[in-house]
């Protein structure tokens, strides 16, 4: 496609949307279930087992385009502290399932996020996942976010104790004046140390986190960074793009002083990052992921089993996820519940015994029908539409922006299906936003969609 008609088709797309990390988008939410429908459901549906996902918040210092829940501090006593909470609010979900249902609980995965997961202690560390430990499955999975500025060789040899075998570490960006800008200084040599560490004890899949549109960032700079991952070989590749919502993350505003990618500029730098990337056999897929082929993500793609959550794609199968932790996220084929984000009310509910869960969303059929939808565009590429859910007027007008997006080339109909086509898939959450009948135009809640 010529260079005037990508930046013609940019303009007229790019606008803030949600990444769907679920359907409804947190933003619009229904509010939180009563507690006892949120175990009862929990009671039903654990059966097959659940996945964990375990939020550490802290953080040893700001990286300045940061957009997560986290909170900096330097001591690491806040983490012991923390894992104590941890455990109160575990023993209230086991407490809860063992009296109800006398069955025993089968953990199929954790995934152990932040934050910055290492900056608990070693022997905090080993504690936490001691909690677990008698409750995995045969077929555990163990992950785990690292950083690689603050992970030492004890962490890691915990890791394997505890069977973790895919990291994901935060690289973002190679070159010293990005990360001189972005506050984040972690030289090449650093993340060799750290994947060496790793692959000596045993993890069978690596990613990097890469972000794209950073300040500073140039074609020839995104391409430099690209050869030394190269050099490391991990597995799968996130590529983000840098959500610069500085009204949401004021910090961002000190990136301001320095020029940030916008547009067709930024996508440029995806595009070159993602040339150099195929010619490296990665395999894209579906929003800003890179595999290997034989990879779990790469296996669960090509097999039509890819989801989406709040961790972003998961090969996770099990129907529930329960979150642990501040500003966790739990989610069972009906419900989602979110737990506090603020650390003291997180405590204060758990010293009250209760659970911290603050906001939340029911889900109705036309939320599943739509769900669907988004989720098999975002993860196979590819769904059927279904207008059902809709009042008329907005099921014609989904239909309308679909004959649009097909006359400019982003969909095209195979088998009555809809099907993204490659420049479709730049635009991909703008085609999700069609179906979405919860936006409102130009919500800058959200970040932007290019
Ligand atoms: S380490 Fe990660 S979570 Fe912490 S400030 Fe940096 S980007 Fe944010």
Same mark, same amino acid.
């Given at each position: 496609?010529?260079?005037?008609?990508?930046?013609? $088709?940019?303009?007229?797309?790019?606008?803030? %949307?949600?990444?769907?990390?679920?359907? @409804?988008?947190?933003?619009?939410?229904?509010? $939180?279930?009563?507690?006892?429908?949120?175990?009862?459901?929990?009671?039903?549906?654990?059966?097959?087992?659940?996945?964990?996902?375990?939020?550490?918040?802290?953080?040893?210092?700001?990286?300045?385009?940061?957009?997560?829940?986290?909170?900096?501090?330097?001591?690491?006593?806040? %983490?012991?502290?923390?894992? %104590?909470?941890?455990?109160?609010?575990?023993?209230?979900?086991?407490?809860?399932?063992?009296?109800?249902?006398?069955?025993?609980?089968?953990?199929?995965?954790?995934? $152990?996020?932040? %934050?910055?997961?290492?900056?608990?202690?070693?022997?905090?560390?080993?504690?936490?996942?001691?909690?677990?430990? @008698?409750?995995?499955?045969?077929?555990?999975?163990?992950?785990?976010?690292?950083?690689?500025?603050?992970?030492?060789?004890?962490?890691?040899?915990?890791?394997?104790?505890?069977?973790?075998?895919?990291?994901?570490?935060?690289?973002?960006?190679?070159?010293?004046?990005?990360?001189?800008?972005?506050?984040?200084?972690?030289?090449?040599?650093?993340?060799?140390?750290?994947?060496?560490?790793?692959?000596?004890?045993? &993890?069978?899949?690596?990613? =990097?986190?890469?972000?794209?549109?950073?300040?500073?960032?140039?074609?020839?700079?995104?391409?430099?960074?690209?050869?030394?991952?190269?050099?490391?070989?991990?597995?799968?590749? &996130?590529?983000?793009?840098? &959500?610069?919502? @500085?009204?949401?993350?004021?910090?961002?505003?000190?990136?301001?002083?320095?020029?940030?990618?916008?547009?067709?500029? !930024?996508?440029? /730098?995806?595009?070159?990052?993602?040339?150099?990337?195929?010619?490296?056999?990665?395999?894209?897929?579906?929003?800003?992921?890179?595999?290997?082929?034989?990879?779990?993500?790469?296996?669960?793609?090509?097999?039509?089993?890819?989801?989406?959550?709040?961790?972003?794609?998961?090969?996770?199968?099990?129907?529930?996820?329960?979150?642990?932790?501040?500003?966790?996220?739990?989610?069972?084929?009906?419900?989602?519940?979110?737990?506090?984000?603020?650390?003291?009310?997180?405590?204060?509910?758990?010293?009250?015994?209760?659970?911290?869960?603050?906001?939340?969303?029911?889900?109705?059929?036309?939320?599943?029908?739509?769900?669907?939808?988004?989720?098999?565009?975002?993860? !196979?590429?590819?769904?059927?539409?279904?207008?059902?859910?809709?009042? &008329?007027?907005?099921?014609?007008?989904?239909?309308?922006?679909?004959?649009?997006?097909?006359?400019?080339?982003?969909?095209?109909?195979?088998?009555?299906?809809?099907?993204?086509?490659? /420049?479709?898939?730049?635009?991909?959450?703008?085609?999700?936003?069609? =179906?979405?009948?919860?936006?409102?135009?130009?919500?800058?809640?959200?970040?932007?969609?290019?």
């Amino acid at each position: 496609m010529k260079e005037e008609n990508l930046i013609e $088709l940019i303009q007229k797309y790019d606008s803030p %949307g949600p990444r769907y990390t679920s359907y @409804p988008a947190v933003p619009h939410w229904n509010g $939180l279930p009563k507690k006892e429908k949120w175990l009862q459901a929990l009671n039903r549906d654990f059966k097959d087992g659940i996945d964990l996902y375990i939020h550490i918040p802290f953080c040893q210092s700001l990286c300045r385009y940061c957009g997560c829940n986290r909170l900096i501090k330097r001591d690491r006593s806040w %983490g012991r502290e923390y894992v %104590g909470y941890l455990k109160k609010e575990w023993e209230i979900y086991l407490r809860n399932i063992e009296e109800n249902s006398h069955q025993t609980l089968k953990i199929n995965s954790i995934h $152990l996020g932040g %934050g910055t997961p290492t900056f608990l202690d070693p022997i905090d560390l080993q504690q936490l996942l001691s909690l677990f430990e @008698p409750f995995t499955s045969k077929s555990f999975k163990g992950a785990a976010e690292i950083d690689p500025r603050v992970t030492q060789r004890e962490h890691i040899n915990i890791f394997k104790d505890f069977n973790f075998t895919r990291f994901s570490l935060g690289v973002q960006d190679f070159d010293p004046e990005v990360q001189k800008a972005c506050g984040r200084i972690q030289p090449f040599e650093m993340v060799e140390e750290s994947v060496s560490l790793l692959r000596n004890a045993g &993890a069978k899949e690596i990613n =990097f986190d890469l972000i794209y549109g950073l300040p500073l960032q140039t074609r020839d700079s995104i391409k430099r960074t690209i050869q030394l991952v190269k050099k490391l070989k991990p597995e799968t590749i &996130a590529l983000y793009g840098y &959500a610069h919502v @500085p009204w949401v993350a004021p910090a961002q505003k000190l990136l301001e002083k320095y020029s940030i990618p916008k547009g067709f500029e !930024k996508r440029t /730098l995806y595009d070159y990052a993602r040339v150099e990337l195929d010619q490296m056999k990665y395999k894209e897929i579906g929003l800003d992921h890179f595999s290997l082929e034989q990879t779990s993500l790469w296996q669960a793609y090509s097999e039509g089993q890819l989801k989406r959550n709040f961790m972003g794609y998961t090969t996770q199968v099990s129907p529930v996820t329960l979150g642990l932790g501040v500003s966790s996220i739990s989610q069972s084929p009906q419900f989602f519940v979110q737990n506090h984000k603020d650390l003291k009310k997180y405590y204060d509910a758990l010293d009250r015994g209760q659970l911290p869960l603050f906001h939340g969303h029911t889900m109705s059929d036309q939320d599943l029908i739509i769900s669907r939808m988004i989720q098999n565009l975002f993860c !196979k590429g590819h769904t059927q539409v279904d207008t059902s859910p809709y009042e &008329a007027s907005f099921g014609r007008l989904v239909m309308e922006k679909l004959i649009m997006m097909n006359k400019d080339g982003l969909i095209e109909w195979k088998n009555k299906e809809m099907n993204l086509t490659k /420049l479709g898939q730049i635009f991909l959450r703008n085609i999700a936003m069609i =179906f979405d009948p919860n936006l409102q135009s130009n919500d800058q809640r959200f970040s932007r969609t290019v």
